[in-house]
Structures are given as C-alpha cells and as structure tokens.
C-alpha cells in the first residue's frame, strides 16, 4: 500500500498549516508566504468551491511546498483530490470505503482517528500513520501519550485546537511526526492578504522544535 509515502510529508515541517481558501487566485501567493517562513507541507480543506482550484494553483506554482487535500469525506473527494494534482490525502475521519480505497490510490492517504477502536480499525487495514482529530477535543497530549501503550507503532498529526502556545508540547511526544492548524492563516490576514503576517506566523510555527 502506499502509505509508507505520507510519513516524509508529515516530516517536512513540524507544523502543517490547515488552510481553508474561498479565492483560488491568492493560493499561490498564500503557499509563497509559508515557504518563506521555512513550510513545506500545507493541508488544503476541501471545504470550499475553490479548494481544488488552489490545490492545482498550489501544485503548479509552489513547487518548494507540497500541497494535500484535507477534508477528504468520500472516495470520489479521494479521487478528485488526485486528480487535482495533491501530493496527499487526508480526512478528517475514516470509512470503511476510504481506508478501502486509500490502500491503491494514486496518492499516500491519511486517516483520521479519535478513539482506541478507530484506532484498532484503521491498524487492522494496514495504516500506521493517523491524523488525530479533533485533538483538543478528544484529549490532546494525554490522549496520544495513552496510544503510545497499547499501539507502539502508530503515528500521528493531530490537528484541532493546536496553537502557537500548545504545539510544542505535541511535537516533543515521540508518536507525533508533525502537528496541523489553522492557526497559521488567519481568516481575517487572508482576507487582507497580509503575506507578511503569514509568513511571520509560518516562521514562528516551522521554529517550533
Ligand atoms: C482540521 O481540519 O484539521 C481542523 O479544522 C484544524 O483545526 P483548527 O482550526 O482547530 O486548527
């Protein structure tokens, strides 16, 4: 399977912005920023009509930053994600379908996991690396110190109310390849396309351990 491929996405930065664009026409400009302050990995959402657009402009542009698609909900979002020229795929869950389709597709596909079980199913499909979803939410630090017993070999990205202030503390946990956010690209900065706030933002995030 092709999993063996997302883990040196989740290790070309500590942290992987989690951006959500509604204008295609500032995805360029936006990825520019991140690489100018030392980011190489950015997880799009497809969350909005735009989000496979800037994945292309992303992917032709930027070649210094590799682009994946997030939110991925279905096989046929999997497939688009790919076709859209994403290095990576990833959810912010998992189905039965997906961890199916994402051990043949054309791109490394990444699961997501918030409880023990999920765990278990998404192992038993052959994966080792998992986003960690919602991580604030479903226990944070303490929670992927708990995996670390039972599941040795998982790995993980949390994502989900991570900040500046707290992402250090998931990196310095050895199951932890990288750690995802928001953070990085403020609704209100891209609205003003403010690159150098975002840059300064990514600098900040890319030092963080
Ligand atoms: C995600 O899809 O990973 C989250 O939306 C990111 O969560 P955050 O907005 O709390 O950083």
Same mark, same amino acid.
């Given at each position: 399977?092709?999993?063996?491929?997302?883990?040196?996405?989740?290790?070309?930065?500590?942290?992987?912005?989690?951006?959500?664009?509604?204008?295609?026409?500032?995805?360029?400009?936006?990825?520019?920023?991140?690489?100018?302050?030392?980011?190489?990995?950015?997880?799009?959402? @497809?969350?909005?009509?735009?989000?496979?657009?800037?994945?292309?402009?992303?992917?032709?542009?930027?070649?210094?930053?590799?682009?994946?698609?997030?939110?991925?909900?279905?096989?046929?979002?999997?497939?688009?994600?790919?076709?859209?020229?994403?290095?990576?795929?990833?959810?912010?869950?998992?189905?039965?379908?997906?961890?199916?389709?994402?051990?043949?597709?054309?791109?490394?596909?990444?699961?997501?996991?918030?409880?023990?079980?999920? @765990?278990?199913?998404?192992?038993?499909a052959g994966y080792r690396c998992f986003k960690f979803f919602p991580a604030g939410a479903a226990?944070?630090?303490?929670?992927?110190?708990?995996?670390?017993?039972?599941?040795?070999?998982?790995?993980?990205?949390?994502?989900?109310?991570?900040?500046?202030?707290?992402?250090?503390?998931?990196?310095?946990?050895?199951?932890?390849?990288?750690?995802?956010?928001?953070?990085?690209?403020?609704?209100?900065? @891209?609205?003003?396309?403010?690159?150098?706030?975002?840059?300064? @933002?990514?600098?900040?995030?890319?030092?963080?351990?």
């Amino acid at each position: 399977m092709k999993q063996g491929g997302i883990e040196e996405f989740l290790r070309l930065s500590p942290v992987m912005p989690v951006v959500t664009i509604e204008d295609a026409g500032i995805a360029a400009d936006l990825a520019r920023a991140f690489v100018r302050g030392g980011i190489r990995v950015i997880e799009v959402t @497809l969350r909005t009509p735009a989000a496979l657009q800037a994945i292309e402009a992303i992917a032709r542009a930027e070649p210094d930053i590799c682009v994946g698609a997030g939110t991925v909900l279905s096989v046929s979002d999997l497939h688009s994600a790919a076709k859209a020229g994403a290095a990576f795929a990833i959810s912010p869950g998992s189905t039965l379908a997906l961890l199916e389709a994402g051990r043949t597709s054309a791109i490394p596909y990444l699961p997501a996991v918030a409880t023990a079980s999920e @765990l278990m199913n998404g192992l038993a499909a052959g994966y080792r690396c998992f986003k960690f979803f919602p991580a604030g939410a479903a226990g944070g630090i303490a929670m992927l110190k708990s995996f670390a017993g039972p599941f040795p070999d998982a790995r993980f990205c949390p994502t989900g109310g991570i900040t500046q202030d707290t992402v250090r503390s998931y990196l310095e946990l050895p199951n932890v390849l990288c750690a995802g956010g928001s953070w990085l690209s403020p609704a209100d900065a @891209l609205a003003a396309r403010d690159w150098a706030r975002i840059e300064a @933002l990514a600098s900040k995030a890319a030092a963080s351990l």
